[in-house]
């Protein structure tokens, strides 16, 4: 076990280093260099060196293929993440080992992935950023592989932003319905890709607005968020599970079921409507998907977190006036 002073100090070095830097160091990293054999250890010991010490899991006979693109600002780093698909967790010991002092930001550029913790899992995809404290335990599992850039802020440059220095428990973060957040989240990816590929060599004004962009977004992670909010975020992660309701929901944000009613009903909303709704909007996004053209109404009521077939089609024609199996008819004609 590794006394808690020589983790303090570690942490602390580390901060002092990254203060001290005075211009930007870029990195790049590729698995096809490495034998097959090695590549797993030469991956993992990359990631601890340049962003966060993880151990990474493959499934039999698979062959890890991955590349990372880093660069180290004196108050940011960045990263571009590719890799075929694999799992990754981030345990006591490695929090010892390499400990990150600060929050990190995932920003999935394709596919989607699982990020486990104990305060719940989350399923983090094109349109979502994920926030976290970088010396939290984790597991992701990144099966579709991976794609997507890594954004670490110091916590003294975190504290700077928010007043905290810390982001609490991990906040996924839904940009889709925030015109603010998703222009926000837009600019900070190109401009964070953009300085990866090209080198950052008068980086000074690129990262202050880069720490302007992602303040944007930590502005509306755990430290600020509403209960409202919070359970609003949770309902769209856990919604596709037939067993969630307003008790659940109560559970996972530490609030009496009374208390998060009163809530809702503040605000003019109901948590029934709103699990509904979400079950709805998920119902709906499969329907105008035309790779799931063949896909049945069980299959996708199912999907979407309703009990039933006959349910699921009673509420969707409640709300858009037509069965579910038309309306996919119609979605379908008008979007070739």
Not at 23 to 31: I, N
Not at 37 to 43: F, G, K, N, T
Not at 49 to 71: C, I, K, M, Q, Y
Not at 183 to 190: D, F, I, M
Request: net charge positive; with cysteine.
């Amino acid at each position: 076990m590794v006394a808690m002073s020589t983790v303090n100090d570690v942490r602390e070095q580390s901060e002092i280093c990254l203060r001290q830097l005075s211009g930007p160091v870029q990195t790049w990293f590729s698995t096809e260099s490495v034998p097959p054999a090695r590549r797993v250890a030469e991956w993992e010991a990359h990631h601890a060196e340049s962003l966060v010490g993880l151990r990474t899991g493959l499934s039999p006979a698979a062959d890890l293929r991955a590349e990372a693109a880093t660069l180290r600002l004196p108050r940011l780093r960045i990263a571009k993440v590719v890799g075929s698909p694999h799992t990754v967790r981030r345990q006591a010991a490695d929090i010892a080992a390499h400990p990150v002092t600060g929050a990190i930001a995932y920003i999935p550029l394709e596919g989607a992935n699982a990020f486990n913790h104990r305060a719940g899992r989350f399923v983090v995809g094109p349109g979502r950023v994920l926030i976290c404290d970088g010396d939290a335990e984790f597991a992701r599992d990144l099966s579709e592989g991976v794609n997507e850039l890594v954004l670490h802020v110091p916590r003294t440059v975190l504290r700077e932003m928010t007043g905290s220095s810390s982001v609490g428990r991990p906040t996924l973060i839904n940009l889709q319905h925030d015109l603010t957040l998703h222009t926000a989240n837009r600019e900070l990816a190109k401009l964070a890709d953009g300085a990866l590929l090209r080198g950052l060599w008068r980086g000074e004004r690129l990262e202050t607005r880069l720490l302007e962009l992602l303040g944007t977004l930590f502005a509306r992670s755990a430290i600020e968020r509403t209960p409202v909010e919070d359970a609003l975020s949770t309902i769209a992660e856990y919604h596709q599970d037939p067993e969630f309701n307003g008790s659940a929901l109560a559970r996972r944000i530490g609030i009496s079921e009374r208390q998060l009613s009163r809530l809702f009903a503040e605000v003019g909303l109901s948590v029934p409507r709103a699990v509904l709704a979400a079950r709805l909007d998920t119902a709906h996004k499969k329907l105008t998907d035309a790779s799931s053209s063949k896909v049945s109404m069980a299959e996708i009521a199912a999907h979407s977190g309703f009990r039933s077939q006959a349910q699921f089609s009673r509420s969707y024609h409640a709300r858009f006036g037509v069965t579910p199996l038309r309306h996919r008819k119609q979605l379908l004609v008008s979007s070739s």
